[in-house]
């Protein structure tokens, strides 16, 4: 979501514009030249440009939250799983030392000696006595069995508890990164709103527009699968920016690069600052068709580079998947997956 390249301005050729621009209005009111002329609208650009790659940080923290609170729900279906396996189990246990319960009590209910004395056949006695001997060291192992299932269930009941808390937590942090980016996308329009019409118009152009299909000839991705991911991400092109969208109709940054290596059937994490680190370093010299290149020095950007100094990405909302110079935003950092 950087700014287009018609924007693109690193902070201190900013600061010496800004200072050129004073110098030169300084000198023309001295000499009662052309009066100095202010330029609220650059300052305007500026702020906007500034706004979008706020609500990028906060895209990408969204996005990090989100992929949290899905990993959590799924925890959680499994937590609930195996409670449910593991009463079922128990509940088992339960009937079957129920049974050997009454068994025992069927066959046993007098004293041994009395049974003995009161028995017509003592071998058949002993032969019951055997069972019931059998019986309770078998029903001791259960009733063990039945206290460790317990205890295990009350383990999974408490591990399920905290993964329920936690997923409430990620719930709330999803909600909040939802509200900070719709905050300053919305500060960013009104802004754009307040520009004389032909300069809004101007942007509008600027920020839709592409430079075209770059000369790509002579690139070569170094796998496969690179070669599958590149073809992806050339097909978006045109495809509107939408935040916290991983495709196929529209897409942020993260959710761009992340689809692209889908389609080659390359699993990617779903933010930039995770991609950054899905693969190898290398220099940004030695950059190949399908290499992730992230920007900035938290990584909150992240675009594919296709070869020939050009990356294929989603900038910002307003400008759809386009091709841009990998030159495009500072502390560019490449990764092969």
Known sequence: MGSHRRLVQTSGFNRGAGAALSVLSAAAAALGAVPAVAAPSDDTRAEVDRLY???????????????RADSLREEVGTAQDGIARQQERINSMREALGSLAGAQYRSGGLDPSLALLFSDDPDEYLDKAAVLDRISAH?????KDLQEAMRELAQERSEAAQKLGELEKSRKAVASHKRTVERK??????????????ERAAYDRASRSSSGTPDLSGAVAPSGRAAAAVSAAQSAIGMPYVWGANGPTGFDCSGLTQWAYAQAGVALPRTSQAQRYAGRQVPLSQAMPGDLVTYRGDASHVGMYVGNGQVVHAPYPGAPVRYDPVGMMPGATVTRP
């Open 185 to 198: 996308l919305a500060s960013a329009r009104e802004l754009l709103n307040s520009l004389p019409s032909d």
């Open 53 to 67: 790659e706020e609500a990028e940080h906060a895209t990408e923290a969204y996005n990090k939250a989100d992929e």
């Open 139 to 143: 029903q001791a192992g259960e009733l």
